[in-house]
Structures are given as C-alpha cells and as structure tokens.
C-alpha cells in the first residue's frame, strides 16, 4: 500500500511546518490517541491508503494482550514496544490482534465513523462486516437506498480492512441528506425536531454555530480568502478605532447563507458528533439491537455490541466539517465536555471518570490538502496561505497529498494536476436526484460533476459508440464533414450543445485554449486547423477524461502540440501560474457545454480573460435560462442540478463587460433545445432498439460505456415531459475579444 504525500505539523504554533516522517507520526501522534480526525476530498487514494494504515495502527495499540492479525503493518518501533509488554515471538511487520478467547462482548475496537454512509445503513455496514454481503453486496445496497451517493469504489482498501479485521468496525456516521432537504424546504425546527425524534442528534442540539464557524463555511461557498485581510471583525465596530474606513479593508463574510445553508450544514455535523459521542462514552451499551439500527449495532454479537472504555474512533469527514475545529470536533467536544453522560454498565465509576477525561485529551486533526509544485519547493508558504499561519490552530497536522501515480495534485479544492497525466477523486453523482442546489456548495456540485465524468473517460475506450449517429448529432450541430473527418474514431466521444469552430477563426500556428476539454474531441479538431506549429492545451475537471484524451493525442501522434491538464475551470491557477508563459498568450478559448456545469460563471470567464492575448476571443458553447424556474418544491419535485447551474441569459453580458471583454455577442441562431437528426430508416430502428436496452437501468451502453445522462436521470425527472423546455433554456454561443 502506497502512501504518496508529505506529513506536515500545524500545532503546536512553535512547530507549525515541520516536516514529521510517516512511521514517527503513526507511532507518536495515531496510535496514543483515543479519537482520530481526518479531514479528507472524497476518494483520493493516497488519502485513503493512509486512512487504511490509521486504522491498523489504531488496532495494534489497543491495549490488550495481542495475537498476530494477517496483514495488518506496524512501525517496527511500535512493534518493540509492544514485544516488551508481552507480544514477544512476532515477526516485524506482522500485525497484532485481540485473542479469539476473550469473546465478542468485551473486545475493544477501532469504530470507523465515516462520513459515506448515513446512520440509517448501519444494517448493511453490519451485514458486510459479519460476511453476509461481499463489497458488491454494500455497494449495490447502498445504491438502492440512494440517499447517500458517494462512489465507494475508492475506499475498498479501507472498507476490507475494516471487514477482514475483528478488532475494526465501521458505522455511519451523517444523518441521512432527506433532512438537510427537510430543513430547506420547511426550515429549521421542523427538521431540528425530526432528527431529534428519531435519534440523529442530541435532544439539546439546537443548530446555532459561531461567527468564525460560520466566515469559514461561507468561504467555502464563496471562494473568498479568509486569510486576506480578515483579523476575525464580522462588523465595523468590532475593526477597531477605524470603523467603515477600516472595515472596508476586511473580506467580510455576506449573511446570505446563514438562514439554511449553514444550519443544514450544522446539522450533518450535529449528527456525527451525537454519533462518536455514543461511540466513545458507551452510550450504545443498554442498548438491544435486535429491532434497531441504533449507532453500535452489529450482527454477529447475539444482538449486542458493547463499546468499552478502551474502544478508540476514527472520524473520515470533509475537511469542511472539521478544519479549525469548526463543525464536528467542536460539537464532539461540547457533547464530551459538557452533556449528561450515561454509566457504561460493564466499567465503574472511576473508570468512566478517568475515561471521559482522557478523549479530549487525546483528540488527534489531521487535514489533507492536494500538493502543487510550490508545496514541494516551499511547503511552509502553502501551509500559512492555506491555514492562515500557526497561530490559527486550522488542525495538528496536514497530509500534503499527492496522486497514485506520483504526480502533483493542484489544489485542496479540486485536485488538480501538474501534468498531463491524472488520477481522479470520487465522490457524488451527477445524475439527477431531486436535490436543491440550494443544499450543495459549490465544491459539491464540482465533486458531483467530475465524478460522473470520471465514469465517463474511464469507459471512454471501450468500443461500442456509434460513429454513424455521431455524424447526424454533429453535422446537425454545424461541424462540418472535414472537422468529422479530423475527428475521426473519436467523434463517437463527443459531447457538447454546439460548435464553438463556427464562431471563431482558427488558423495554422494558432494557440487555443479549450475548457473544459471532455474526452478531447473538439480539441482534436481544432488540431486540424492550427497544424504542428500551433498548440492546443484542454482543461478538464475530469481526470479520467484527461488520461483519456492524453492518451488518445499520443496514440494519434498529436501530442507533441495537443495536451489536457485537469483543473477546475474556475481557478486554472495551479496548472497555469501567473507566472506561467501561457498567460495572456492564446488566441482563441472555445468550450463546448462545460460552462453549463461551471458553478460560478464569472470565475470561469474571468480566467478565460486572464489566459487570452490582447485581441484573442471566446466561442463558449452553452445553455442559459431564460427565466427563473419556477419553483416546484411544493410537489416534493425539482429540476436537475444541471439546470439550475446553468447562467441567466441577463446576467451574461454585466458579467463579460465587468471583466473587461469587448465586442460582447450572444448568438441565438440554433438556440432550440431539441436538436433534429436525419436517420435512415435501418438507423432509426436502431436506436429504438438501443432506447429499449436502456430501460433495464443500466448505467452504461451494450459495452459498458457509461452514459450520464441514463435512464435512470430520465426517470427521475419524467415530470419535465410537462414543460416546454424551449420557453425554459436555450442553447447559445457567447462570444467576445479582450482588448
């Protein structure tokens, strides 16, 4: 199991960047401590390797008497150490468990609370770990109760540790999403008293979070620098002597948030803290599992899982719901310090006294962030530019990760890379599932974006796409028979609203920026066009889409001038520094359909400016709404997230004239949103064929090719069969120059 990344201190202040090697930080700083947080992105596999070894390491220093465990790996000096306390005649390496012989009720465990799972699919975590389900079984199960949506694949190392292990178990750990959605749409106390009256959150929980609890939330939606110029004033008064003229010089947080959004927000942390709280002071203990899925419940124990007083619990949870200690370590504290503890039946008093005491003490923060080039040149300046400097005690340590394959990730927020290869992070779907946008930050939809795009380059190679119904969906669009020709095998990949190459004037020797680049078919035809003495450089947020597109430049033999970089096409800024030599140097950018999904619009635009020469231009292909949408909540339906990310058709033009552009267009000549296709009778049979193969639900084509927009998006949004999407949306081409 490969760990690639860097560990990093942030507290104590005084050793704020000191590099701490892998086995002493597992050693000194893991295996001591009662509680672990680890603050991760969702399904990078350096992170969940290291989550893995966590949790053996956690198992070997339960303080019983150990028998080898299979497998399992410990620093050799930990292994000394527990050789002197009676695990003599192991081997190094070898890991160490519980004997079999002290029976299931008082084995102390590793609990796993993992962010993935709702509390609700106890039963399936129970069923795997007792052997009754392979991961198939979990992750079909967890399919089928759908509330969730993570992509487990990632986690399999973790998950069959956990499963293989006695001493390890895994729980759900956030209250199901259907709350945060209750909240939403009926507000707070309606939702408050439901996860109250089934058990998800403590019955004096009452949401209410800190002003610096809530600058730091709204920095995530926001993208705003809580490090800028920010000296923790929320008003005018609190900026000192200055007052307006020195707030003005502070990033302060707009409230327009603080409503929902963040009590939603506080209620998914709530709901894992109530979760380990339960977990690390017994509170599980009286409780009879047979006809509950009560947290601590597991088949396999005669109806009964008893925590003890030396269990310890690692916590997997976004970054955002523990850095600085906001959301779930400060409402675990609160719970610890300050709640009605019950009396674990099976310690005695002093026990439970000397136990309740040490968990706080012994609470380890660890926070992942992606490593870029200037981490590996200067990690103490991206630690202060991300965490603000030691004094702001952000988490004891960081975990400066990087992909699978070696290669630099680009940023904590979206993974990007620094080269043309990639290894992607999983994480939510797509496909629509009746979910506000109101209910997702914008990383969130960015992480359901890239994941369902992932799936997409991941199976792009697989044969099966029909050429011939690409040509009718192209041609229709407006490319013409020669740029079908340039496109070639891989025009069965393509996917876009339009044909940006109408709309810009592309010659030899031409650099073109393409955004949100996709499987590379459009910046395959643009090859065409500029010749070997240009340069086309894709971004794509999908990592599998840009291996996919790598891969077929080099097989083409256009890599020499044609490459994709992943990145998030709203901060280009760790592929492209400012200091690279491809600012301000490309004459055209052109993106086909990506900006549909490109939560902030303005950022997104701004760096097509920020990349393009004076006098370059933009062809961006996309879909607008012409109106607001109208509200459907009441009827328990919705639009799919795509729609409801799409821009306003006014707001384009303020915003391009804002960031400077000139000689500002939106074309509205094939704006309709059903796209006419001429098939011969042989095709369209064909494709009525293909439609009923798609009704069996699955997700991809007789090939295995994975479709986005599948049959079950469809069936989920059948009820938009009622409305005339033409008078909804529009498809456009938003052109424009920078002077």
Not at 21 to 31: H, Q, S, T
Not at 555 to 573: K, T
């Amino acid at each position: 199991m490969t760990i690639r990344g860097r560990l990093f201190r942030l507290s104590p202040s005084n050793l704020f960047g000191t590099e701490v090697k892998l086995a002493d930080f597992l050693e000194d700083n893991v295996a001591p401590s009662k509680l672990v947080i680890l603050g991760e992105y969702h399904g990078i596999s350096s992170i969940v390797s290291l989550q893995t070894r966590m949790q053996e390491v956690m198992v070997s220093s339960l303080p019983k008497p150990f028998l080898p465990l299979p497998g399992a790996v410990v620093p050799s000096r930990m292994m000394t150490k527990l050789s002197a306390v009676g695990g003599g005649g192991r081997q190094q390496g070898q890991g160490y468990g519980y004997d079999q012989d002290q029976g299931q009720g008082g084995r102390p465990r590793v609990r796993i609370v993992m962010e993935h799972f709702s509390t609700d699919m106890q039963p399936i975590l129970d069923g795997y770990q007792a052997g009754t389900m392979d991961f198939l079984g979990l992750m079909n199960a967890y399919r089928e109760i759908g509330t969730e949506g993570h992509d487990l694949k990632p986690y399999i190392p973790a998950l069959e540790s956990a499963r293989l292990s006695p001493h390890q178990h895994l729980h759900g750990g956030f209250i199901p999403r259907t709350y945060s959605r209750l909240l939403m749409k009926n507000g707070i106390q309606v939702a408050l008293d439901a996860a109250k009256n089934n058990g998800y959150v403590s019955p004096d929980e009452c949401l209410q979070g800190t002003d610096e609890h809530y600058n730091f939330f709204e920095s995530m939606l926001t993208g705003r620098d809580i490090h800028d110029g920010y000296n923790s004033c929320q008003t005018s008064e609190d900026c000192g002597n200055d007052g307006e003229d020195n707030v003005m010089d502070k990033v302060l947080p707009s409230d327009r948030f603080r409503s929902k959004m963040f009590p939603a927000q506080i209620l998914k942390d709530a709901s894992m803290a109530f979760t380990v709280r339960n977990l690390l002071l017994g509170l599980n203990n009286n409780i009879n599992c047979n006809n509950t899925n009560a947290v601590g419940c597991e088949i396999g124990t005669g109806g009964r899982d008893t925590t003890t007083s030396q269990d310890k619990v690692l916590v997997i949870v976004g970054v955002g719901h523990m850095l600085y200690s906001h959301g779930v370590p400060e409402r675990i504290t609160s719970h610890i310090d300050g709640g009605q503890k019950q009396p674990d039946q099976n310690s005695n008093s002093n026990d439970n006294i000397s136990h309740e005491n040490t968990i706080t003490n012994k609470t380890l923060r660890v926070a992942c962030l992606a490593a870029d080039e200037n981490s590996h040149l200067n990690p103490l300046e991206t630690l202060k530019k991300e965490y603000g400097g030691p004094d702001l005690n952000a988490a004891d340590f960081c975990f400066l990760y990087e992909e699978a394959d070696g290669t630099i990730a680009a940023s904590g927020r979206y993974d990007g890379k620094k080269d043309d290869e990639d290894d992607g992070q999983s994480s939510i779907d797509i496909r629509p599932n009746a979910k506000r946008k109101e209910e997702l930050t914008n990383d969130m939809i960015i992480e359901e974006t890239r994941e369902a795009y992932d799936r997409v380059g991941a199976t792009a190679h697989l044969s099966g796409g029909d050429k011939t119904m690409a040509k009718s969906m192209m041609t229709s669009l407006g490319y013409t028979p020669e740029e079908f020709e340039v496109a070639a095998q891989d025009a069965v990949n393509y996917q876009g609203v339009g044909c940006p190459h109408r709309h810009v004037s592309i010659k030899r020797g031409d650099k073109v920026l393409d955004m949100g680049s996709g499987l590379g078919v459009d910046s395959m035809i643009a090859s065409g066009a500029v010749g070997p003495s240009g340069t086309i450089l894709g971004i794509d947020l999908s990592s599998d889409c840009v291996n996919h597109a790598n891969k077929r430049a080099k097989e083409r033999g256009l890599h020499q001038f044609v490459s994709f970089r992943r990145a998030s096409l709203e901060d280009l800024s760790k592929v492209v520094p400012p200091n690279d030599d491809n600012v301000g140097t490309f004459d055209h950018v052109i993106s086909n359909g990506a900006f549909c999904l490109v939560p902030d619009k303005r950022a997104g635009f701004s760096e097509c400016f920020r990349m393009l020469k004076s006098g370059g231009d933009i062809a961006v292909c996309t879909t607008v709404v012409k109106n607001e949408l109208p509200d459907l909540s009441e009827d328990g339906l919705d639009f799919p997230i795509c729609m409801q990310t799409f821009a306003r058709m006014e707001e384009l033009v303020p915003m391009l004239e804002a960031l400077g552009f000139v000689d500002i267009e939106i074309d509205f000549s094939d704006s309709l949103m059903e796209v006419e296709e001429e098939l011969d009778d042989e095709k369209e049979h064909d494709n009525m064929a293909e439609e009923e193969s798609d009704e069996s639900g699955e997700e991809g084509d007789s090939e295995g090719r994975f479709k986005v927009h599948n049959e079950e998006g469809r069936e989920s949004f059948r009820h938009l069969e009622n409305f005339d999407m033409n008078t909804l949306c529009a498809r456009v081409v938003v052109k424009a120059k920078k002077p």
